[in-house]
């Protein structure tokens, strides 16, 4: 047996390929559903949490400092791990799936508050001068004039951290979401053959070239001329 | 003589230890144009932005049409949108068109229809010359332009009085007479108006008094042909041929 031979049946090994590409499939449905959730959930929470935020009251305040920086502070991982092993232990049990959906949702509700609130800072004075010498209300203004522009300038890194996050769907797989990695893991046990974590590799790509083109799309529709 | 549209008494204001306006006593006629000059940092900017309470005074009264604003029960949103006032930075809002600059306020303050609200902000643009910018954004109109859309704006509410703070100062030389003609024409059209702008020569030929303000004290005023020949105080003097010249 050559080296390259023996290169192609460890990573691109036909019979195995076929054995598991069902298996493997499946895992990309569960990444796909996983990271759907924690989009939807995550966004909406970041949003929330800033727009709270901007209604400056100090309690509330603090309290949403302390979860963005503990939240954006700590490895998902570890958080997962605590989450999943630990709060049994107090009498809470959560499948594998939504610890891993609850986790990453607030690991990205974290980074998505930050970003949105440094969007809202980022809006001149001036805006809110206008729009309340017309008349507009605080949260009219926030709504209608403040929030669409901090959103816009927040889509960039908001779309970069959102895939990040999704990409950390990969963390289910140590505690047993059948997510695209622990298929792909299972496989390798099973057959001691790498290819299932080659074809993982290649669904990933598959489900995420395509986010990252829709992300660009996204960021070229919200720019806008500045004046 | 008639009622005042705008009475302010005895109004202060500092930040922190600063003092920046020491009891403002300043009472706007209707149709009145009155032109407010002074020195940088003489509180020019904070007097009007406390007009309408965007700068919250200290103390003192502010009477717009006899309705108290300084009153805590006073709906100040109501107030606000009977008061037009004017930027020197525009302070469009970027992300809607013209039109929409206009028509927002329209909508959400006065509860207009959408179709109402853009026939009325269409005619406030024609007014202001720019009937063909309504679907344009901010960023594509020259610095003129965005801010006759900011007086559309403002005007398109109706106000009883409008504030203008260096509304061409931020502009090219070239395109301040736009901006100029649009607020000739509204005093034409009886609207009560206080402006602070360098525009000597639009205060001599539009305003009905000039009054200067030094270290948040108004230390004099009367008509312009006056205050720019035989000012009493020696101060004004020096300020007015200063940038007269
Ligand atoms: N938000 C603020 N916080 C602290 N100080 C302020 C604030 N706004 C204005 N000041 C101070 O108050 C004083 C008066 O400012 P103001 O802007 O009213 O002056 P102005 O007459 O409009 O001057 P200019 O001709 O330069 O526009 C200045 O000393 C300024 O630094
Ligand atoms: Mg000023």
């Known amino acids: 047996m050559t080296d390259l031979d023996r290169f192609l049946a460890t990573f691109l090994n036909p019979a195995v390929a076929g054995q598991y590409a069902g298996a493997i499939a499946a895992g990309v449905l569960v990444t796909i559903e996983v990271a759907v959730a924690v989009l939807v959930t995550g966004l909406a929470l970041g949003l929330g949490l800033a727009v709270l935020r901007a209604y400056r009251i100090r309690p509330l305040n603090a309290l949403i400092v302390i979860f963005v920086d503990v939240f954006r502070a700590l490895p998902p991982l570890v958080v997962i791990l605590l989450a999943y092993f630990g709060l049994p232990n107090v009498g809470v049990t959560l499948s594998a799936f939504a610890v891993l959906w609850l986790v990453l949702s607030l690991v990205l509700a974290a980074f998505a508050e930050e970003i949105v609130w440094a969007g809202i800072l980022s809006v001149r004075k001036g805006q809110w001068d206008a729009a309340r010498s017309t008349g507009l209300g605080f949260a009219q203004t926030l709504f209608y004039v403040v929030l669409p522009q901090a959103v816009r300038l927040a889509i960039p890194p908001l779309t970069n951290r959102a895939i990040a996050t999704t990409k950390n769907t990969a963390l289910g797989s140590v505690i047993g979401v059948g997510e695209i990695i622990n298929q792909a893991q299972t496989a390798v046990a099973v057959t001691g053959n790498a290819t299932p974590l080659l074809m993982g590799a290649l669904a990933y790509i598959i489900v995420f070239v395509p986010v990252l083109i829709l992300a660009g799309r996204i960021e070229r529709r919200f720019a806008w001329r500045r004046a | ?245």
């Not at chain 2, 204001?13 to 706007?28: A, Q």
């Not at chain 2, 009153?71 to 107030?79: F, Y």
């Not at chain 2, 005093?187 to 639009?202: C, I, K, L, P, Y």
């Open chain 2, 1 to 245: 003589m008639p009622a005042p549209i705008l009475d302010v008494r005895a109004l202060r204001k500092s930040f922190g230890p600063l003092e920046v306006l020491k009891g403002i006593d300043l009472s706007v006629r209707p149709q009145e144009l009155v032109f407010l000059v002074g020195p940088s940092g003489s509180g020019k900017s904070t007097l009007l932005r406390c007009c309408n309470r965007l700068e919250e005074p200290d103390s003192g009264s502010i009477r717009l049409e006899g309705v108290e604003l300084m009153d805590r029960a006073c709906d100040l949103n109501a107030a606000r949108r009977r008061i037009g006032m004017v930027f020197q930075g525009f302070n469009l809002y970027p992300h809607m068109t013209a039109l929409g600059n206009v028509t927002l306020a329209l909508r959400k303050v006065l509860g207009k229809s959408r179709r109402e609200a853009e026939e009325i902000g269409r005619a406030a643009l024609d007014r202001v010359g720019l009937a063909d910018k309504a679907a344009c954004h901010p960023g594509e109109l020259s610095g003129g332009q965005q801010q006759r859309v900011a007086i559309a704006r403002a005007v398109s509410l109706e106000p009883t009085l409008m504030l203008f703070d260096e509304p061409t100062s931020a502009l090219d030389p070239e395109l301040v007479g736009s901006v100029l003609a649009v607020m000739r024409s509204l005093r034409e059209a009886g609207m009560t108006m206080v402006v602070v702008s360098h525009e000597m020569r639009f205060a001599r030929e539009a305003a009905d008094r000039v009054v200067f303000m030094e270290g948040g004290a108004i230390v004099e005023e009367g008509p312009p042909a006056a205050m720019f020949t035989e000012a009493q105080h020696p101060r004004t003097r020096a300020f007015l041929q200063e940038i007269g010249r």
